[in-house]
């Protein structure tokens, strides 16, 4: 939310030479939001707690070290750059490590055309690894699985089709805990927490059963909340007929 | 394999294909994307690339609507593919109702409305099918039905035949002018709906009382918050809530009373388990069933169905006693308070534990907690409500919220959850028997008159009749004739053998709805009309904020708007009913409806207003009755209320409790929820939820078939084990025609709200081998 006024408690700052005053405890994102800067984010949405895993929302603030604007707490005569040379290449080089092994068969876009992740490849300028570009698209998706035991690599992570309303593609997550926040701070249901180590890191319902035996209620949130295609819309027509179509018993789900 | 019969091929198999700049997206849900065709594409990858180009964006359009399902509100974004007519998906946006959270019906449950069994052309019921009754084998108990199944329409079309919309409505209009001026008015009756918009509403009782002539009119709030609304006007003057459900995060306390939150008002709930999650507040559930709330709860108390009287006497006896009073607020804004110290004297927590089955101790506790709170919220559902003693038990919660000044703060309140998502709003534009538009009473000369005026026809000064008595006077054969605009009371209503009896028995019956409906079977004259997403109207949540629902599809075939349907009958009664639009209609409503002054569809925005709402450029008024409550001596009244239990205790023969009430994924009789592929698909039948240890003391197994019986009915249902009931209670819900619940139900009433118990009753379960 914005938190402009004219306080006498407010902070001064500068956002790429511009003056700002903002109420204390707000952002260096919210600030720039109230200026009509939208920096970019994967992790952040103004209805979570921001987290600050991302790391794409990186500004200068005359620091040695760049900093991420979405958790970082606007200060009193702050210098703020939101775009620099360096700045891109950063934010690219974040966006291209994402990409490594990112589906290209991912859901989400024909679904919602909102794949954030996607869309900041495009206007970032990133370069897809060399095997997307190609169009290759690796293994047939319905036969992604784990291997036991070993390290998931390029699209060996899973995918979930038990949730009847939501598809997950593990390959397609970037940990970035938004449905995680979501599902926990804004519907309160609980269901989302990570599971594994390291590369084998994971977001997973429950004590880790799939999303459809879980005591997910189907409330959408995580897929809203989602910047990528890890959790997106299964969408009616993938289902099968209603209780009003006949034979409705024995049919299967995916 | 050319590009074009490529897509086709792609199309057949659900595959879909998007361009993202210079890259292919493909959709494979189903695993389709064989490697023949994967190499396909890469050979055709220019040709679709140019085939694609701008598709995906020009491919959807946007609406700001609101959800139709609950009384909560949400604000959604239906996002539109026009050539198709179909909504694609939806979303939650910014509202102060919802802030952008849906739950599974809001953001899944919507396609019901595109159903090939819409129904699109007027029906008129043939020589042949009379006399009348049930159409379909299975209503008439010839044989049992699969599984799943609505009504079967290959049954029940045929006893119809198509009609012209002039033919349907002069039937329509004609039959009921020829009931009315043989047999009189009182001898009509019209049911509205709470899905219905305020102005549908409004106009179906303006036609119900000054074209038929009578104040036979009510709809489902009779089933739902009946008693709560008339235990509100008795004590505080008024119906609705004094402040909105998001307000419990300012709430140190708050009590959920009777309420399965998270399944019937999952959006309201998130709220609620946000702030108890925050630290701020504490939170008190009382439930016979351990619900999901409950487990998120302070306190919880686990009563025996039906005994709050009990429990909060003792509570307000705790209360007393400690010291925990507001003395002062009890001295400037209450009277009674002496009759009521009088009662509650009686109900110490040790008594209380007797009839609730909860510890003593946990009674002082919690009761402690809440009369410590600065500021405390108090919520209740069904599970207040709908019992003989609904108006007795609101009674009490409100003597509770009154003793401790709980009522006109920040952070304070009552707050009955409503059910509809109009159920406000219908209410409010007065399709209810006793009161016209904004609770003004048909018994009050004066108010008849100013209606009168308005309307230009002489009124009846007689209330009418409700809805469970209008279906006894069917019954009895003094009501002749109906109109029934979306409501299914052949599901809905308790004892639905008696209703069966009661549809057969009307000499005219015109239904208006969407789909064939199992009342519709018993239709001399079916009209097809608009669902909620093809019509614009105004409707009004449970925190009363009046919000636009906008057209979002256009309806199929001939189906009409409902509140032109209902000016064509009255026009053609002799009673002429001609308006432009909904916002004309909504000018007519408001002027009459001092709570509604001011609002009009154009300044209500995309987030609505909150009534009242004297200033149009606020919001409304969130927090009511600060000063004073609207109430002769301007002061909230203490209504004492002694415990006694319900009509039909169980026994020997029928040992188990029967509770009902929805399930998350569905909508009271399922015409919509059932309809729409992912709610069936994540819950496709009933299930009766049993203690585990009565499971096993039947010898049945989780999933087996039992009988469900009592002594109205019986059903077979599979059962499911759940350690969230207490032993010796079931709990079915009331969605599925197949184990329609409301077989068994009693249509016992409460003396003063006129709702059923549909809480209680008592069953007897066995295997049903």
């Known amino acids: 939310m914005a938190r402009q006024g004219r306080d006498e408690q407010m902070i001064g700052l500068t956002i790429d030479g511009r003056p700002v005053r903002v109420l204390p405890g707000a952002t260096i994102w919210e600030a720039a939001r109230t200026l009509g800067i939208d920096l970019p984010v994967l992790c952040h949405d103004p209805r979570l707690e921001p987290v600050g895993v991302c790391r794409l929302c990186l500004v200068e603030v005359g620091e040695p070290k760049l900093t991420a604007a979405c958790v970082r707490g606007a200060e009193e005569g702050m210098e703020v750059r939101t775009s620099s040379e360096r700045l891109e290449v950063c934010r690219r080089g974040l966006v291209e490590l994402l990409l490594s092994d990112y589906p290209v068969d991912v859901s989400r876009l024909p679904k919602t055309g909102s794949d954030a992740l996607v869309e900041l490849a495009g206007e970032l300028g990133a370069d897809w690894p060399a095997r997307r570009r190609s169009g290759e698209t690796g293994e047939a998706p319905g036969s992604r699985t784990e291997p036991a035991g070993g390290i998931p690599a390029g699209d060996g992570r899973a995918l979930d089709h038990t949730s009847k309303v939501i598809f997950v593609d593990h390959q397609a997550c970037i940990l970035c805990d938004r449905c995680i926040r979501g599902c926990d701070d804004l519907q309160v249901n609980e269901v989302i927490g990570r599971t594994g180590k390291g590369y084998r890191t994971r977001i997973a319902f429950d004590l880790d059963v799939p999303m459809g035996e879980s005591t997910c209620v189907s409330c959408g949130e995580c897929e809203k909340v989602c910047p990528t295609g890890a959790l997106s819309l299964r969408g009616w027509e993938t289902l099968p007929e209603d209780a009003a179509a006949p034979g409705v018993e024995g049919w299967e789900v995916l | ?769």
């Not at chain 2, 199309?11 to 849900?29: P, T």
């Not at chain 2, 009473?441 to 209008?470: H, N, Y």
């Not at chain 2, 019954?475 to 009896?501: A, C, H, Q, W």
């Open chain 2, 1 to 769: 394999m050319t590009t074009t019969t490529l897509l086709g091929e792609l199309k057949k198999r659900g595959v879909k294909v998007r361009r993202r700049g210079e890259r292919l997206l493909l959709s494979d849900l189903h695993g389709a994307l064989t490697p023949e065709l994967r190499a396909a594409i890469d050979a055709h990858r220019e040709e679709l690339l140019a085939t694609l180009d701008g598709v995906e964006r020009s491919e959807v359009s946007s609406v700001d609507s609101v959800c139709p399902y609950c009384g909560v509100g949400c604000a959604i974004r239906y996002f539109v593919d026009e050539a198709e007519n179909r909504i694609r998906y939806a979303d939650g946006r910014e509202s102060p109702v919802n802030h952008e959270r849906l739950c599974v019906k809001g953001r899944f449950g919507f396609d019901y409305t595109s159903h090939p069994e819409r129904l699109q052309i007027p029906l008129i019921r043939k020589e042949s099918s009379y006399p009348k009754g049930p159409l379909s084998t299975e209503v008439r108990g010839d044989r049992k039905r699969r599984p799943g199944g609505l009504v079967d329409y290959d049954e029940v079309l045929p006893h119809f035949r198509e009609a012209t919309w002039e033919e349907a409505l002069d039937l329509a209009a004609s039959r009921l002018v020829e009931i009315r001026d043989r047999d009189g008015s009182g001898a009509l009756a019209g049911f509205g709906s709470a899905k219905c918009s305020n102005e549908e509403a409004y106009l179906f009782q303006k036609l119900v009382r000054a074209a038929f002539g009578t104040n036979n009119v009510d709809h489902c709030t009779r089933l739902c918050h009946a008693s709560s609304v008339a235990a509100l006007l008795e004590t505080i003057g008024s119906g609705a809530v004094t402040n909105v459900f998001g307000d419990v995060r300012n709430a140190d306390v708050a009590l959920i009373a009777g309420s399965n939150t998270t399944g019937n008002h999952p959006v309201a709930a998130t709220f609620v388990k946000q702030a108890r999650k925050s630290g701020r507040t504490k939170l008190i559930v009382v439930e016979p069933r351990r619900i999901e709330m409950a487990d998120h709860a302070d306190y919880f108390l686990q009563i025996n169905s039906g005994t709050d009287v009990a429990l909060y006497n003792s509570w307000m006896h705790v209360l007393i006693e400690e010291g925990l009073i507001d003395e002062a607020y009890i001295a400037e804004r209450t009277e009674g308070f002496e009759e009521l110290e009088a009662v509650v004297a009686g109900y110490s927590p040790e008594v209380a534990a007797q009839i609730c089955g909860v510890e003593p101790e946990l009674i002082r506790e919690a009761a402690r907690t809440f009369g410590r709170a600065e500021r405390a919220m108090i919520f209740w559902g069904m599970g207040i409500s709908q019992h003989t003693t609904g108006t007795n038990n609101a009674r009490c919660l409100i003597s509770l919220a009154l003793m401790t000044g709980n009522i006109g703060r920040e952070g304070t309140g009552l707050h009955p959850l409503r059910g509809q998502n109009n159920v406000q709003g219908a209410s409010d534009a007065g399709v209810i028997p006793m009161v016209y538009p904004d609770y003004q009473s048909v018994a009050d000369p004066a108010v008849r008159e100013k209606f009168e005026q308005a309307w230009g026809v002489e009124l009846d000064p007689q209330p009418g009749l409700t809805v469970v008595e209008i279906m006894g006077a069917a019954l009895e054969g003094t009501i002749k004739g109906m109109y029934m605009m979306g409501e299914n009371p052949f599901l809905s209503d308790p004892n639905v053998n008696k209703v069966r009896k009661a549809l057969s028995n009307l000499d005219f019956l015109v239904v208006q709805d969407i789909f064939l409906t199992e009342t519709a079977e018993f239709a001399d004259v079916i009209l097809p009309a608009t669902s909620f997403f093809e019509k614009s109207g105004t409707y009004t949540n449970t925190d009363r904020r009046v919000q636009v629902g906008r057209k979002t599809l256009q309806p199929p075939g001939g189906a009409r708007l409902d509140w032109e349907i209902t000016c064509e009958i009255g026009t053609r009664m002799g009673y002429p009913m001609e308006y432009g639009s909904p916002e004309d209609v909504f000018a007519e409503f408001t002027a009459l409806a001092p709570s509604y002054a001011g609002l009009t569809h154009e300044n209500l925005g995309l987030t609505g207003k909150l009534w009242p709402c004297p200033d149009p450029s606020e919001d409304g008024i969130q927090v009511l009755f600060g000063d004073r409550f609207p109430t002769a001596s301007g002061r909230g009244k203490f209504v004492p209320a002694e415990f006694a239990p319900a009509k039909e205790l169980p026994d020997e023969e029928y040992p188990f409790v029967l509770n009902t009430g929805r399930r998350l994924e569905h909508w009271h009789t399922g015409t919509m929820t059932r309809r729409s592929r992912a709610l069936h698909a994540i819950r496709p039948g009933p299930v009766v939820d049993m203690h585990p240890a009565d499971l096993e003391a039947l010898g049945v197994e989780d999933g087996e078939l039992v009988e469900v019986a009592s002594r109205r009915g019986s059903i077979v249902l599979p059962a499911a084990r759940s350690d969230r009931m207490l032993r010796g209670a079931v709990f079915i819900p009331f969605h599925f025609r197949e184990a329609a619940a409301n077989l068994l139900t009693i249509d016992e009433l409460d003396p003063a709200g006129k709702i059923p118990e549909f809480k209680y009753c008592a069953v007897r379960v066995s295997p049903a081998s």
